[in-house]
């Protein structure tokens, strides 16, 4: 099986109805038979949407409340969510339909309420910029109430100079 947990797709809001097909077929093409991805809103009112890529015209699918599968392209899309909190980002995976996580409380905080819907959490980019990285170095206990640490991220691949750390992948290796 193969499954991305962090993706965007894109996140511009103004998606044409062909959309869905192609979001479908690039996950399908990637990821192959049984393809998992995690479509990940950002924070913020006009950020993409699940919700909205749910709603789009295109291939069949079966909403079960916090995914949705395309038995065409046998793909599963989960709902989730990027969380920024007074620490750093959580990845926030499974939530329900119209449910959003409130942002920039303190990580112990967002965790809670992250397991009262319970989702899986996920410690995305912990070394990059907005990373949790330095905070778990300084608080372990923290490790036990996540469900795990993205261990590569193609955006903390790329260094930017002012923008992004270099080598923030081989932090967590």
Known sequence: MKIDIHN??????????????????????????????????????????????????????TDIGNAFYVPEKEVLVIKGQEVPTQQGHLLVLGLKKGKQIKIYKSLEETIKEARDENTVIIGDHPFGLSGIGKYLEKNPEILFQIDGLEVHNGESCLWIPGKTKPYANKEIA
Do not use: A, C
């Open 8 to 61: 965007h797709i894109r996140t511009r809001s103004n998606f044409q109805e062909y959309d869905f097909d192609r979001i479908v077929d690039t996950v399908s093409k990637r990821l192959g038979f049984n393809g998992t991805i995690g479509l990940i809103n950002m924070f913020g009112e006009n950020s993409f949407n699940y919700e909205k890529v749910l709603g789009l015209n295109g291939y069949d699918r």
